[in-house]
């Protein structure tokens, strides 16, 4: 509504300029959008923001990416709580539906009796007594009658309801416990995942260790060939042994004591030398 006063029309006019400013920018980005998904920018745009994609994913470390896994999983299951809701909902209208629908069935059943001794006591006659003195005549056995189909229609009605509701609720019920055996599954997945990162992450930094040992792997070979340059030392001695021929005792005696006359008679001193004569 216009405020009569000067300043009020401005303002109205103002505020409409700047609305159909807003609509106008609005439907620009709606319609630059929509031209620029269909055409070649569009799709350079859309591969740039492929690779960006790409980009930080490969940037993102496993144990953060099973983190992130575990807080969707998480989601799930609150999200799953709108479904409990919504069924537990269920639940209750199918027990009210067949409270209801027993009450029903029970005054049908009373009302069948009733109408079935009505016809019976009119058989031949115009009208019955009942209710204290009232008359029931033939038009009214016919409005009870009428009443009673109907009534009898509905429950049929009300009954093919809740069988409808009740394999809903059924299909429902089932769909929980698929996605609560889905999501065990889903958990069990990611801590096996989680079980073989640590693995590889042990593996890792046991390859990457700063720690370097190879002085000691050289001394070690060194010992090593010095223990298999006297072993072939000791081979040989054995090997010399076994094929130097043996000595002959009685040459040996011989030459023995041809150096013991040699002895006396080159190193001997003068009173021995007497002493012969």
Known sequence: MLVPSAS????DKGFSIMFKKVMIATLAVVFGLAV???????????????????????????????????????????????????????????????KNIAKLRTNLNKQEVRIRQLKSDLEGAEFVTVDGGARYTRADLR???????????????QEATLEAR????????????DLKNKRDEMATDLQKLETALAEERQ??????????????????KDMDQVRDKINVLK?????????QPALDQ????????????????????KKDVVSDK
């Not at 009020?8 to 303002?11: D, I, M, N, P």
């Not at 055409?39 to 470390?61: C, D, Q």
């Not at 009685?250 to 080159?266: G, H, I, N, S």
Request: glycine share 4%; aromatic share 6%.
């Open 203 to 220: 593996v890792q930094a046991a390859s990457e260790c700063t720690i370097d040992d190879a002085s000691y792997r050289q001394l070690r």
């Open 36 to 98: 620029i998904k269909g055409t070649w920018l569009g799709s350079h745009l859309r591969m740039r923001l492929a690779k960006a994609r790409n980009w930080v994913e490969s940037r993102v470390p496993p144990e953060q990416e099973i983190a992130r896994l575990r807080m969707e999983l998480a989601n799930l299951a609150r999200e799953d709580d709108k479904h409990f809701d919504k069924v537990a909902r269920l639940a209750v209208d199918v027990d009210n539906a067949e």
């Open 143 to 157: 409005i009870d009658a009428v009443a009673f189909k109907n009534a009898e229609d509905n429950l049929k009605s």
């Open 8 to 11: 009020g029309l401005c303002y």
């Open 235 to 243: 081979k040989k001695r054995e090997l010399r042994g076994e094929f």
């Open 250 to 269: 009685t040459k040996v005696t011989e030459q023995d004591t041809q150096a013991d006359k040699y002895l006396d008679t080159r190193f001997s001193t």
């Open 166 to 177: 009740k394999r809903l609720l059924g299909l429902e019920r089932k769909k929980l416990a």
